[in-house]
């Protein structure tokens, strides 16, 4: 192996600082480690050889590898003891001050020619740089954790930042097996920017008394893919990881509306509900495992009604031939029938709204999402205005549970779960893009990698439909009159003119 640094220094021998030594040894990298704990280096090499060895075991890794890989990592007891690296990476705690004056003292301890880079994911490279004399030496080189496993890599340039230390960095990301996407200087970079749109909007879906956190994670993970739900996936990180992160980028762009965090998650951080490392959060946790609620059975209907199906429903054919398929009795009169199930599909609408602008009977009125095909989801979400009767309500749960297929049935919001969610996520990106915070490329990348989701929020648009995005964005924003449901220009100009969202303008 020959990677671009042969010698690189590590200050911080934490789980990130762990990790990126690990693979840089791994790629052939002589990794010398400080920590500023006495002790610490060194039970991080010895962390290491013994996960090393627990691969060697697997055969994952042969058994010479071990040695091999142990004796590249040389813990250290000072900081000039880094002087023959040509790259240094600091991976201490997530605090401005605590991180300038590092950089500063590292950069009396190294040559002109040698690399800073921070392991920041959400501070300023330029504010870090500002207090350097030699700011085109530093950059910003964000890991995510578990290390060896996530394999994308932020390198974002300040605004005095060297092109070649980009192009360095970039290459070196790639000689440790990872992917390099190239974010500008903003708060958040990429991946924290781009998973705003997820959990907050979950939060706000909770906080409208729409749904329960366990019903929200299993429509986003059976309608959309997600691995984890929003409320899994908190509970997973730790609100005291999450939600600071919330406030910083809703701080740092200056209380943009589409970032605004949450109460729900500052009174459970406040009262020590973080997650699954505390055993409590949105879940509670026994060995590891999420305690959760059973789902609601499906009712047991003894006559069923005839359906109405609006000619405004989104998908409506598609919807006519699953009502066919689930036997339903479809009428098909310009108006439903006294006794008819009134069946909606709107998208950003509220049923409620449907209903009195359509002129139906909302005791009747029960509407169904249809953002997404319904061939490609394992879940049907249904809601119910406020004045829905409780036979009509059970009446359509049970018609679209004949075919065994899940359902989940949500109070009236303007949009249902995953539009309001899916059309977030896209949103913040497409503004992303208007930004010129990466390239489309590398957000798809830097999302799918970093966050784990299903697909990138570009392709999730796509398959959504850009006009469908819009449709809910805008409806959205008149049924909440709130501009965190503001369109991004650049969707806006995609969806306007059909074309698709990964199109790249050359």
């Given at each position: 192996?020959?990677?671009?640094?042969?010698?690189?220094?590590?200050v911080?021998?934490?789980?990130?600082?762990?990790?990126?030594?690990?693979?840089?040894?791994?790629?052939g990298?002589?990794?010398?480690?400080?920590?500023?704990?006495?002790?610490?280096?060194?039970?991080?090499?010895?962390?290491?050889?013994?996960?090393?060895?627990?691969?060697?075991?697997?055969?994952?890794?042969?058994?010479?590898?071990?040695?091999?890989?142990?004796?590249?990592?040389?813990?250290v007891?000072?900081?000039?003891?880094?002087?023959?690296?040509?790259?240094?990476?600091e991976?201490?705690?997530?605090?401005?001050?605590?991180k300038?004056?590092?950089?500063?003292t590292?950069?009396?301890c190294?040559?002109?020619?040698?690399?800073?880079?921070s392991?920041?994911?959400s501070?300023?490279i330029?504010?870090?740089?500002?207090?350097?004399?030699?700011?085109?030496?530093l950059?910003g080189?964000?890991?995510?954790?578990?290390?060896?496993?996530?394999?994308?890599?932020?390198?974002?340039?300040?605004?005095?930042?060297?092109?070649?230390?980009?192009?360095?960095?970039?290459?070196?990301?790639?000689?440790?097996?990872h992917?390099?996407?190239?974010?500008q200087?903003?708060p958040?970079?990429?991946?924290?920017?781009?998973?705003?749109?997820?959990?907050?909007?979950?939060?706000?879906?909770?906080?409208?008394?729409?749904a329960?956190?366990?019903?929200?994670?299993?429509?986003?993970?059976?309608q959309?893919?997600?691995?984890?739900?929003?409320?899994?996936?908190?509970?997973?990180?730790?609100?005291?990881?999450?939600?600071?992160?919330?406030?910083?980028?809703?701080?740092?762009?200056?209380?943009e509306?589409?970032?605004?965090?949450?109460?729900?998650?500052?009174?459970?951080?406040a009262?020590?509900?973080?997650?699954?490392?505390?055993?409590?959060?949105?879940?509670?946790?026994?060995?590891?495992?999420?305690?959760l609620?059973?789902?609601?059975?499906?009712?047991?209907?003894?006559?069923m009604?005839?359906?109405?199906?609006?000619?405004?429903?989104?998908?409506?054919?598609?919807?006519?031939?699953?009502?066919?398929?689930?036997?339903?009795?479809?009428?098909t009169?310009?108006s439903p029938?006294?006794?008819?199930?009134?069946?909606?599909?709107?998208?950003?609408?509220?049923i409620?709204?449907?209903a009195?602008?359509?002129?139906?009977?909302?005791?009747?009125?029960?509407?169904?999402?249809?953002?997404?095909?319904d061939?490609?989801?394992?879940?049907?979400?249904l809601?119910?205005?406020?004045?829905?009767?409780?036979?009509?309500?059970?009446?359509?749960?049970?018609?679209?549970?004949?075919?065994?297929?899940?359902?989940?049935?949500?109070?009236?919001?303007g949009?249902?779960?995953?539009?309001?969610?899916?059309?977030?996520?896209?949103?913040i990106?497409?503004?992303?893009?208007?930004?010129?915070?990466?390239?489309?490329?590398?957000?798809e990348?830097?999302?799918?990698l970093g966050?784990?989701?299903?697909?990138?929020?570009?392709?999730?648009?796509?398959?959504?439909?850009?006009?469908?995005?819009?449709?809910?964005l805008?409806?959205?924003?008149?049924?909440?009159?709130?501009?965190?449901?503001?369109?991004?220009?650049?969707?806006?100009?995609?969806?306007?003119?059909?074309?698709?969202?990964?199109?790249e303008?050359?």
């Amino acid at each position: 192996m020959n990677p671009y640094f042969e010698h690189i220094g590590i200050v911080g021998a934490g789980a990130m600082g762990r990790g990126i030594a690990q693979i840089a040894a791994e790629a052939g990298s002589t990794v010398w480690l400080f920590d500023t704990a006495p002790g610490t280096a060194q039970a991080a090499c010895t962390t290491l050889q013994m996960q090393w060895r627990t691969l060697a075991n697997k055969g994952r890794i042969a058994a010479s590898d071990v040695d091999i890989f142990t004796a590249r990592i040389r813990p250290v007891a000072t900081l000039q003891a880094l002087s023959l690296c040509t790259l240094v990476v600091e991976a201490v705690v997530e605090q401005q001050d605590v991180k300038t004056l590092l950089l500063q003292t590292l950069e009396s301890c190294l040559p002109p020619t040698a690399i800073l880079a921070s392991n920041t994911s959400s501070l300023s490279i330029t504010a870090l740089g500002a207090g350097l004399q030699r700011p085109a030496q530093l950059a910003g080189f964000h890991f995510f954790n578990p290390v060896p496993l996530m394999k994308v890599v932020e390198v974002i340039p300040g605004l005095k930042t060297a092109h070649a230390v980009v192009q360095a960095l970039q290459q070196y990301a790639k000689d440790l097996g990872h992917t390099p996407v190239l974010a500008q200087d903003t708060p958040g970079f990429i991946v924290n920017h781009a998973g705003r749109g997820y959990g907050t909007e979950a939060l706000r879906i909770v906080s409208e008394g729409v749904a329960d956190f366990a019903t929200i994670d299993r429509i986003l993970r059976d309608q959309v893919g997600f691995k984890l739900g929003p409320f899994e996936l908190m509970d997973l990180t730790g609100l005291d990881v999450s939600h600071p992160v919330m406030e910083s980028i809703y701080q740092q762009y200056y209380e943009e509306p589409r970032y605004r965090p949450s109460v729900i998650t500052a009174q459970r951080l406040a009262g020590g509900l973080t997650g699954r490392k505390a055993g409590e959060g949105f879940y509670q946790y026994a060995d590891d495992h999420a305690t959760l609620p059973a789902e609601p059975p499906v009712p047991v209907v003894d006559e069923m009604p005839p359906v109405w199906l609006s000619p405004r429903a989104s998908r409506r054919m598609e919807l006519l031939m699953l009502l066919k398929n689930l036997g339903a009795k479809i009428e098909t009169g310009q108006s439903p029938s006294p006794l008819a199930l009134t069946l909606v599909a709107p998208l950003g609408f509220d049923i409620t709204t449907v209903a009195v602008v359509e002129r139906l009977d909302p005791a009747r009125t029960v509407g169904i999402d249809m953002l997404l095909d319904d061939a490609g989801t394992k879940r049907r979400v249904l809601a119910t205005n406020p004045a829905t009767r409780t036979d009509m309500r059970d009446a359509a749960h049970a018609l679209f549970a004949r075919d065994g297929k899940a359902v989940s049935v949500v109070r009236d919001s303007g949009g249902f779960v995953t539009q309001r969610v899916v059309a977030n996520i896209v949103n913040i990106a497409a503004d992303m893009c208007q930004q010129g915070i990466c390239s489309p490329r590398d957000l798809e990348t830097a999302v799918t990698l970093g966050l784990g989701y299903p697909m990138g929020p570009l392709a999730l648009g796509n398959l959504c439909g850009p006009t469908n995005v819009l449709e809910v964005l805008f409806n959205m924003q008149t049924v909440y009159g709130d501009p965190r449901y503001r369109p991004s220009p650049w969707l806006r100009r995609r969806g306007a003119i059909g074309l698709s969202l990964l199109h790249e303008e050359e």
